[in-house]
């Protein structure tokens, strides 16, 4: 995907927010999590969540940007999942280059950034235009016993203007989804 392209699909979204918001049946805030706005804005913030002490998809969904996905051979569950935030359309280039600050180590965790042309590709499921593999991570059960999370893949197509799901999984779990582990 193009900078040019993604600007373009950022203003439309702008456009629609208010909109969506407005076509939620009842009020509830969690839900502007899941407007096409909230995905773009995600796209250039979620970085933030690898922060220490933050939780990536606990109590908002966890957006990135995937360059490599590994499946297991009945690609039923992702196996390795390789998060990034462009260069091009990160909020605050300066801040994520700086990288994250993490108290008690030498020096801050770096941020995974690499250029917009490295996202993986994949057809838009409806049109057939290819787009950027986008993921969101969310836990979407939180109890003593387990916690449930799900991590849902899409095509960021610009012929749709829209997120198109490619993959879906959920694991209940006592911590986060392996691909996410901080080991």
């Given amino acids: 995907m193009e900078l ?10 702008k456009i629609r927010h208010s909109g969506e918001i407005a076509a939620i049946p009842y009020p509830n805030p969690i839900l502007q999590h899941y407007t096409f706005f909230s995905v773009m804005e995600g796209l250039r913030k979620d ?3 690898l922060a220490p002490g933050k939780d990536p998809g606990k109590f908002k969904p966890h957006r990135f940007w995937a360059t490599e996905l590994l499946f297991s051979d009945r690609r039923d569950k992702l196996l390795r ?6 260069v091009e359309v990160v909020d605050d280039l300066r801040a994520a280059m ?5 108290p008690g180590y030498v020096g801050p965790l770096p941020v995974p950034l690499r250029p917009l042309a490295d996202a993986m590709t994949h057809p838009c499921v409806l049109c057939k235009v290819p787009g950027p593999v986008i993921g969101t991570y969310l836990q979407t059960h939180n109890s003593i016993e387990y916690d449930e999370w799900q ?3 899409a095509v960021l197509c610009a012929g749709c203007v829209a997120a198109r799901p490619i993959h879906r999984e959920s694991a209940c779990e006592r911590f986060a989804h392996h691909c996410f582990s901080r080991s």
């Fill in 98 to 102: 700086a990288g994250i600050s993490n």
């Fill in 4 to 13: 040019r392209t993604f600007i373009e699909l950022h203003e439309k979204a």
């Fill in 151 to 153: 991590l849902s893949l």
């Fill in 81 to 86: 999942c390789e998060r990034f935030w462009p």
């Fill in 47 to 49: 970085w933030r969540d």
